[in-house]
């Protein structure tokens, strides 16, 4: 398989920007039964999840993994819907920003983190006791699936360089 790039660029107040990366692999293209399939697995996990909570949740998962077409997409997507510049940009530091989230979107992004990350092999107990004590059962059931679909989503984002920029939600 061969790499390519792009040799596209835009410029800004300061010049020209770095070339922006082509995609890697169309993996939609290859495997479309699979692609519908995460399409499916996103339309489940979504379901009665309020909105806001699901893209805070699907926001910093992809930051967590760098994943920057999902950065690109779900800030856009959150904006479109009325989410505020300000939460967006402090959800990078939303431990040190409190103040900007509920005590629920707080105890959804812990697990957020925790689930996304597993640096220890698995959940702290005192995370999901904390969002246990936020969410009923079926509610937490949701959200774990809402953060196991946008962790797969990043990973095929970031395995295929999705490229950044070019999307444009739905409601716009």
């Given at each position: 398989?061969t790499?390519?790039?792009?040799?596209?660029?835009?410029?800004?107040?300061?010049?020209?920007?770095a070339?922006?990366?082509a995609p890697?692999?169309?993996?939609?293209?290859?495997?479309?039964d699979?692609?519908?399939?995460?399409?499916?697995?996103?339309?489940?996990?979504?379901k009665?999840v309020?909105?806001t909570?699901?893209?805070?949740?699907?926001?910093?998962?992809?930051?967590?993994?760098?994943c920057?077409?999902?950065?690109?997409?779900?800030?856009?997507?959150?904006?479109?819907e009325?989410e505020?510049?300000e939460?967006?940009?402090?959800?990078?530091?939303?431990e040190?920003?409190?103040?900007?989230?509920?005590e629920?979107e707080?105890?959804?992004?812990?697990l957020?983190?925790a689930?996304?990350?597993?640096?220890?092999?698995?959940?702290?107990?005192?995370?999901?006791a904390?969002?246990?004590a936020?969410?009923?059962?079926t509610?937490?059931?949701?959200?774990?699936?809402?953060i196991?679909?946008?962790?797969a989503?990043?990973?095929?984002?970031?395995?295929?360089?999705?490229?950044p920029?070019?999307?444009?939600?739905?409601?716009?």
């Amino acid at each position: 398989m061969t790499t390519t790039t792009s040799t596209s660029h835009t410029t800004s107040a300061s010049g020209a920007t770095a070339h922006e990366h082509a995609p890697r692999l169309a993996l939609a293209e290859l495997l479309p039964d699979f692609y519908r399939a995460m399409v499916r697995l996103e339309t489940a996990a979504a379901k009665d999840v309020d909105p806001t909570l699901y893209h805070l949740i699907k926001l910093r998962a992809s930051q967590v993994n760098r994943c920057a077409f999902c950065i690109d997409m779900h800030a856009k997507d959150a904006l479109a819907e009325g989410e505020t510049i300000e939460r967006i940009v402090q959800l990078s530091a939303w431990e040190e920003s409190r103040h900007f989230y509920t005590e629920r979107e707080l105890a959804a992004l812990a697990l957020t983190e925790a689930v996304t990350v597993l640096t220890d092999g698995f959940v702290p107990d005192e995370v999901y006791a904390r969002a246990a004590a936020h969410f009923d059962e079926t509610e937490l059931a949701r959200v774990i699936a809402a953060i196991t679909t946008i962790n797969a989503w990043n990973r095929i984002g970031v395995t295929t360089r999705m490229t950044p920029g070019h999307y444009t939600p739905r409601s716009a």
